[in-house]
């Protein structure tokens, strides 16, 4: 089992960046594929992001390519998402997501392939 608690959000100007982070607990971190989701006001909760529990894959939604880069600590047991160029439609609660594989190669796109989530930081992107 992996706890998660994610930091980082506020509120910011269009064209500025954050950093967010996500804490994990539990000894299953080290063996857990990672994700970034978002969901805003009246939306559904968008994939961002995922990262490989090896560190070595990655995976950015094309709306965000090239402006966040997700990343991990192992040794501090935490995944981070770099968002540079901030846009007001990246405005939403940014939520981390786990899930323990066998496979460090892997990521997961999709919210039924993770068993454990954070309760979400608040982003939001004045114009």
């Known amino acids: 089992q992996v706890q998660l608690v994610e930091s980082g959000g506020g509120l910011v100007q269009a064209g500025d960046s954050l950093r967010l982070s996500c804490a994990a607990s539990g000894v299953s971190f080290r063996t857990s594929a990672m994700g970034w989701f978002r969901q805003a006001p009246g939306k559904e909760r968008e994939f961002v992001a995922a990262i490989s529990w090896s560190g070595g894959n990655t995976y950015h939604v094309n709306s965000v390519k090239g402006r966040f880069t997700i990343s991990r600590d192992n040794a501090k047991n935490t995944v981070y998402l770099q968002m540079n160029s901030l846009k007001p439609e990246d405005t939403a609660v940014y939520l981390c997501?786990?899930?323990?594989?066998?496979?460090?190669?892997?990521?997961?796109?999709?919210?039924?392939?993770?068993?454990?989530w954070g309760q979400g930081t608040q982003v939001t992107v004045s114009s």
């Open positions: 997501a786990a899930r323990m594989t066998t496979d460090g190669r892997m990521w997961y796109a999709r919210e039924s392939q993770y068993d454990n």
